[in-house]
Every structure is written in C-alpha cells, then in structure tokens.
C-alpha cells in the first residue's frame, strides 16, 4: 500500500475513534440541565456523530476500494469544524479553551490532509 493510501487509511481510522467516542458519549449524556428539546437535538446529533465514525473505520478498512467518499467525509469534517468556528465567534470559546482548541485544530488539518493524500493516492492508480 502506497504511503499516501497508509495516510488516508490511519486518518480515517483517527476520525472513525473520534466519532465513535464523541458519538456514544452524546448519546448516552444528552444535554445535562437543558430543556428537551436541546436535549433531543444533541442526542440526535450524537447519532449521527456515532454513524460517521462508522462509515470511516469502514472506509478505512475498505480503503483501496474508495474514491468520493473520502473526500465526502473530508468536507464532513470541515464543516464540523466551521461550526465550532461559527459558535467560538458568537458564543465565545467554552473551557476549558485548550481542550476546544484541541478538538478544533485537527478537526482544521485532518480534511486537507486526508484530501491531499488522496488525491496523490488515486493519481497513483
């Protein structure tokens, strides 16, 4: 396996435990001290959270076989991340700051990453 197809794949695999964690942790938690509804729509986000770390370890694991769905995935992520953006700007950033700026940073590069290793792995083929 060429070395950018080994990129995509172990980011992939990052994303996937990310999301399975982030996702089964929304779902079980809710939205502690909230209305329901709030608590609703962060339970069904937490689904669909947990789905996308699915849908990569499978890409992942399936690798040599993908070619649009990873960059789906890669702008999946990048739009998560304008999200945390959008809400940094108009809420502010919540604390403790390092671990937002944590979760925000990869959430920034894995995208370009995983687009730029892509590519150069199907032009390979």
């Known amino acids: 396996m060429p070395a950018s197809q080994r990129t995509v794949q172990i980011c992939l695999f990052l994303v996937a435990a990310i999301a399975l964690f982030g996702g089964s942790l929304q779902l079980l938690m809710g939205q502690p001290e909230t209305t329901p509804r709030l608590d609703n729509v962060h339970r069904f986000m937490g689904g669909i959270y947990f789905s996308m770390g699915v849908i990569c370890a499978w890409a992942a694991l399936t690798i040599r076989q993908q070619g649009t769905l990873v960059y789906l995935i890669a702008f999946g992520v990048l739009v998560a991340a304008v999200g945390r953006l959008l809400s940094i700007s108009k809420v ?19 995208p370009v990453v995983l687009c730029v290793a892509h590519w150069r792995s199907q032009r390979r083929r």
């Open 92 to 110: 502010g950033m919540p604390e403790p700051a390092a671990l937002w700026l944590g979760y925000l940073i990869p959430e920034l590069v894995l």
